[in-house]
């Protein structure tokens, strides 16, 4: 019945609003779960590759994320929500996400968002040879039966960080990668153009009748996987998670995927040009 509802509110918004205009240009959507200290670094980041409205989807969290998100759920950019359903294996997360999600896609198709961007606190969307979002989309816009772009993963390690500094930001301690091997990816979607009541995974929506998606090459965007963040984040809280909610995923297979992405490669190199006006931004000095 709720996934009717959702169905029937998104084919409504879709045919009553096919958009000449909108709001937002850029917005994001995502769920947390105890991230808080990496909330802050994830939104400066991305407000200045151009994304302008937020959706947070706080999911039983004990860290107290409103403290960190107060001044943009103050200035309007953040709609901080509660999202109370708790998962006791993948299954579960991965509905608990996708009707997170759900909710996320119809309020930015309400408030006329253009391009939503769908990724997690440990995932950084990175430009190659433009300097916002929004520049690597626009070219896109141009096909009207575009519904989205994917960008592809690019896995990251602890970088053998054993725990990320305070004068330092994530992006620039933990540098180790696997490379562009591809595999996965991230998707940022046009809302009127995805139907919002039939979304069965978080890294790709399913479109309206007649639009496709499309994937983005390497050269042009790639998403950076914090998946690891430092060792400290690993050991305490991923994977104990990641042992929890997958049948058979095993502390060894846990440290042999961080292995593999703890390679010097030069697919660590395309976020370093973002890190000066970052740091700015976090009140950080700019001497690295």
């Known amino acids: 019945m709720q996934a009717r509802i959702f169905l029937l509110l998104a084919y409504f918004f879709h045919s009553a609003s096919l958009f000449s205009d909108y709001n937002y240009k850029l917005g994001a959507l995502l769920i947390f779960r105890d991230e808080a200290p990496y909330l802050k670094e994830w939104i400066e980041y991305h407000k200045l590759l151009g994304v302008q409205?937020?959706?947070?989807?706080?999911?039983?969290?004990?860290?107290?994320?409103?403290?960190?998100?107060?001044?943009?759920?103050?200035?309007?950019?953040?709609?901080?929500?509660?999202?109370?359903?708790?998962?006791?294996?993948n299954q579960e997360w991965n509905a608990c996400q996708c009707l997170a999600y759900t909710d996320g896609m119809i309020r930015a198709l309400k408030d006329k968002v253009k391009w939503l961007c769908v990724i997690d606190s440990d995932e950084f969307l990175v430009p190659r040879t433009k300097s916002t979002l929004l520049e690597v989309l626009k070219p896109y816009e141009k096909d009207n039966k575009l519904g989205g772009v994917r960008v592809m993963w690019v896995m990251f390690g602890t970088s053998n960080v054993k725990k990320i500094?305070?004068?330092?930001?994530?992006?620039?301690?933990?540098?180790?990668?696997?490379?562009?091997?591809?595999?996965?990816?991230?998707?940022?979607?046009?809302?009127d153009r995805v139907n919002c009541g039939t979304l069965v995974g978080c890294h790709t929506p399913e479109y309206l009748y007649g639009y496709h998606d499309k994937t983005l090459s390497f050269e042009e965007m790639q998403?950076?996987?914090?998946?690891?963040?430092?060792?400290?984040?690993?050991?305490?809280?991923?994977?104990?998670?990641?042992?929890?909610?997958?049948?058979?995923?095993?502390?060894?297979?846990?440290?042999?995927?961080?292995?593999?992405?703890?390679?010097?490669?030069?697919?660590?190199?395309?976020?370093?040009?973002?890190?000066?006006?970052?740091?700015?931004?976090?009140?950080?000095?700019?001497?690295?």
């Open 223 to 288: 998403c950076n996987h914090y998946w690891t963040r430092d060792e400290d984040y690993l050991f305490n809280i991923k994977i104990p998670r990641k042992i929890k909610l997958s049948d058979g995923v095993s502390l060894e297979t846990c440290l042999e995927w961080n292995e593999s992405f703890n390679k010097e490669t030069v697919a660590g190199e395309a976020i370093l040009k973002f890190i000066p006006a970052l740091r700015k931004k976090m009140g950080l000095l700019l001497s690295r």
């Open 53 to 89: 409205k937020f959706y947070c989807y706080n999911n039983l969290s004990q860290d107290n994320p409103k403290k960190v998100l107060k001044p943009y759920i103050d200035s309007g950019e953040v709609e901080l929500l509660s999202w109370n359903m708790e998962s006791t294996n």
């Open 165 to 191: 500094p305070e004068n330092k930001l994530l992006i620039e301690s933990l540098t180790l990668n696997e490379g562009y091997k591809g595999g996965m990816w991230k998707s940022i979607c046009r809302p």
